[in-house]
């Protein structure tokens, strides 16, 4: 295929797994980000930042991409709680520096990573900021016509090691202290998805004129309470670990839904076949212990 894409954020934790699966489908997919990567290949790899409108523009000009996702940005919601002026410049006036090149540059497809807590009362700034990315992004097609398609994503996991996946720091954190250590009841339900398939999930929407311009939801088809899921991590290690709960909870995150009333309706997508839990689970655990190892 000839179709140039890329991919702002194209090294993070879903960045790296969607660029190689695009890659294996023949696209000539490239990753554009502050930093690279092992997972992907250097002639693929081109330093950017989102914020810089100037280097942005050029890119532009030079490479004439056909699609553009942006998974750039804040990722972690307390980060952006604790900092939300720098998560309103990446999350939304980088997304907008991207947008607006797509049309100046007439981009076919814009594919926007927004997140379950643009959907919610939750979230704080970092919903906050999605949910205005959504907009603008809603706003440029009515205004230029640009086709665009919005991927919620929930519960993300994989056994690579990065900031903001939640299950490998657990685990790891687990192997080295012996303890889980979880600011809730465990009563909190989610849908966690392996980062392999929502990488390919999001590949496909490329590949589907009915997913343009629509809101995509992407969750696993397992609902685990995170209780159960300290569980299962205990379990595969042995039942060797201390499970401390708080009964104050973390309120800017969701117990059960991120949906509230308010929220624009979305078609939901998810995998199949898919990463099994369990040994989605058993993975992060081998590499996480690979690593400490290493570290000794």
């Given at each position: 295929?000839?179709?140039?894409?890329?991919?702002?954020?194209?090294?993070?934790?879903?960045?790296?797994?969607?660029?190689?699966?695009?890659?294996?489908?023949?696209?000539?997919?490239?990753?554009?980000?502050?930093?690279?990567?092992?997972?992907?290949?250097?002639?693929?790899?081109?330093?950017?930042?989102?914020?810089?409108?100037?280097?942005?523009?050029?890119?532009?000009?030079?490479?004439?991409?056909?699609?553009?996702?942006?998974?750039?940005?804040?990722?972690?919601?307390e980060k952006a709680v604790e900092n939300p002026v720098a998560a309103f410049q990446l999350n939304v006036m980088g997304n907008l520096n991207l947008i607006d090149l797509c049309v100046k540059h007439e981009v076919k497809h814009f594919v926007y990573a927004s997140s379950a807590y643009a959907m919610s009362s939750k979230g704080s700034f970092y919903g906050l900021s999605k949910l205005s990315s959504e907009k603008i992004v809603e706003e440029y097609k009515e205004k230029y016509n640009l086709d665009y398609t919005i991927l919620r994503y929930g519960s993300l996991y994989s056994e690579r090691d990065f900031e903001n996946n939640y299950i490998f720091n657990l685990v790891k954190n687990a192997i080295k202290t012996g303890e889980i250590n979880h600011a809730g009841d465990g009563e909190e339900v989610r849908e966690y998805i392996h980062a392999f398939d929502a990488a390919k999930l999001s590949a496909d929407v490329i590949e589907n004129e009915e997913h343009k311009n629509k809101h995509l939801v992407l969750t696993g088809v397992e609902r685990i309470k995170r209780g159960e899921l300290f569980k299962m991590i205990n379990e595969i290690l042995g039942d060797t670990l201390k499970i401390n709960l708080s009964a104050d909870g973390y309120k800017n995150h969701y117990k059960y839904t991120p949906y509230s009333f308010t929220a624009k309706t979305s078609q939901k997508l998810t995998p199949n076949p898919y990463v099994e839990m369990g040994q989605g689970l058993l993975a992060c655990i081998q590499e996480a212990n690979e690593i400490l190892k290493g570290d000794e």
């Open positions: 295929m000839n179709m140039k894409i890329a991919v702002f954020g194209g090294t993070g934790f879903l960045g790296s797994y969607l660029v190689t699966e695009l890659l294996e489908r023949g696209y000539n997919a490239f990753a554009l980000d502050i930093n690279d990567s092992e997972h992907i290949p250097l002639d693929k790899f081109i330093k950017t930042d989102i914020l810089d409108v100037h280097h942005l523009s050029q890119l532009f000009a030079d490479h004439k991409f056909d699609v553009v996702y942006n998974l750039a940005g804040f990722a972690s919601l």
